[in-house]
């Protein structure tokens, strides 16, 4: 698995945004100025791998809303500086709806090595 990046400017794009994250079927990386500091994802993708789950594969609802989950709709996602600001205030995914349906959850840098650090470390 080969980590995808793109710059922050990126997420401006809504309908390219979404398509790519469906496209790549993993987490892509957003950059400001070269540094990694979001990962945004197609929502199937984060039901699927990226929940917090039991031992036996249930989902573990305490742990996934320990807190309130954030949503925003995907016009929202234009404002680049207040998603950025949000993801590092939260470190929580943020769920990002399209017509009423998540289509893409996106989580800091600090928020995805908290969940998943393995993860992190085997795409760099």
């Not at 949503?71 to 995914?93: A, R, Y």
């Not at 998943?116 to 470390?121: C, E, N, S």
Request: glycine share 8%; charged share 30%.
């Amino acid at each position: 698995m080969m980590a995808k990046f793109v710059p922050l400017t990126f997420l401006k794009d809504t309908a390219s945004i979404v398509e790519f994250c469906q496209e790549c079927g993993e987490p892509v990386f957003v950059t400001r100025n070269g540094t990694p500091e979001m990962v945004i994802m197609d929502s199937e993708f984060f039901n699927e791998y990226l929940r917090y789950r039991k031992e036996d594969g249930r989902l573990d609802i305490k742990r996934e809303f320990a807190s309130v989950p954030k949503t925003i709709t995907i016009k929202e996602l234009k404002n680049t500086g207040e998603v950025s600001d949000l993801c590092s205030q939260t470190n929580e995914p943020i769920s990002i709806i399209r017509n009423g349906y998540g289509v893409l959850v996106i989580i800091s840098i600090a928020g995805y090595e908290k969940r998943h650090g393995d993860l992190w470390k085997d795409g760099n």
